[in-house]
């Protein structure tokens, strides 16, 4: 997510990061850097300028009272002001009649699918209707969706106007007792007087709680232009970015809530259902500035990792005082907890060449196979491993010597790794790997 900026953000702080004292001169070179990053991704001008006209005048404020360097300073001062233009805190979903607007090819239904299976899994009673009676194969794929997540699809038969179904399936979520019915329209190619009357008259008549534009994250400033229209015809409370981790330059993601004064209220970050997130203002501009996101890391590992097992692994990884048992737990804790290189992505200062590393998810499958093929006790003390019993663990798991030499080598690095790891802090207390790539 937010890769190429991320990239550029790093590289701008890395060439004034060993500065004991900040020159004007320094900070303005520093300001141009972050400048031409952000029109690169295709943020909104004016946004852009009147962010890089706060940094600057805070920056130049140095305050004495702080106990931090210059560096720390500007690092915080930027990451106070992304958060601002970003939105500040979280945007919640009001309860209601959710209606989702938005051009053809932006991933509205698809959007509409993964934030019914979100809601659900937060406890939530969900439904969804289609609206876009000119396009049938929508509504299908739309109800193949809801079948998927496991939430009813309102269907009320051919020959009703686009009116008339938001009407009755608003009165069906009522007498259901449903606490959120999203509700898709119809998209167009490009933005046309009819499609607007239609998308008035469906807000005019069921008064949703929430307007979601949804917008693809590649378009930048275009996904920008064509809210704006949506914002002054139907009146907007709020926007979804999809395709989030595809190569968006992030521009709109940036300038939407300045723009507009609407925030972003989800992000689509993957193919998958479960492939969508609450948009946090303050875990964004962590991960715009290569700082990671650690908190959507740790929510990641709750939803699959026992507290009290959690525990005991944390204390173990951060002695090097853990087995191949533990190991193999770590392996399967991770599969569970998605692609491995999202999850790189979020931990905090780390390379931006592990960052971007593309991890071949085999790999742990044949790493966990070999653990597997081993006895309890070999796990338990791996420096019991002769030849012989290798030869017996390598048949066992349809792997080499060779493998098995290598897994046992990188164990005993994790273990130096691991207790070297909680001694190394960066800006703002954030940890950082004991080595350089």
Sequence with gaps: MLELLTQRFSKAFSKVENSRKLTEKQINDFLREIRSALLESDADY??????????????????????????????????????????????????????FVGLQGTGKTTTIGKLAKYLKDKGFKVAVS?????????????????????????????????????????????????????????????????????????????????????????????????????????????????KMDGDARGGVAFSLRSALGIPIKFVGVGEKLEDIEPFYPDRIAQRIMGLGDIQSLIEKAQQVIPEDEAQVLATKVLTGDFNLEDLLKQFEFMEKMGPLDKL???????????????????????????????????????????????????????TTISDVNKLLKEYEEMKKLMKKLKNYKGPMGIPRLPFRI
């Design 46 to 99: 004016d946004v852009v300028k009147d962010f890089l006209k706060r940094v600057r005048e805070k920056a130049l404020q140095e305050d004495i009272t702080k106990k931090i360097s210059p560096f720390e300073h500007l690092l915080l001062t930027v990451y106070d002001e992304l958060v601002k233009v970003l939105g500040e805190t979280v945007s919640e979903l009001k309860r209601g009649t959710v209606l």
């Design 344 to 398: 790189l992505g979020m931990i905090p200062g780390l390379p931006a060449q592990l960052k971007s590393l593309k991890i071949d998810e085999k790999i742990i499958k044949k790493k966990k196979a070999i653990i597997q093929s081993m006895t309890k006790e070999e796990r338990r003390n791996p420096l019991i491993i002769n030849m012989s019993r290798k030869q017996r663990i390598a048949k066992g798991s349809g």
């Design 130 to 242: 289609s609206t876009d009676v000119r396009r049938p194969a929508a509504m299908l794929q739309l109800q193949r969706l809801a079948e998927k997540v496991g939430v009813p699809y309102y269907h009320f038969g051919e020959g009703l106007s686009a009116l008339e179904i938001a009407k009755r399936a608003q009165a069906k979520a009522k007498e259901d007792g449903v606490d959120y019915l999203l509700l898709d329209t119809a998209g167009r190619l490009h933005i046309d007087e009819e499609l607007m009357e239609e998308l008035s008259g469906i807000k005019s008549a069921v008064s949703p709680s929430e307007v979601l534009y949804v917008a693809d994250a590649m378009q930048g400033q275009e996904a920008l232009r064509i809210a704006k229209v949506f914002h002054e015809k139907v009146g907007l409370t709020g926007a979804v970015l999809t």
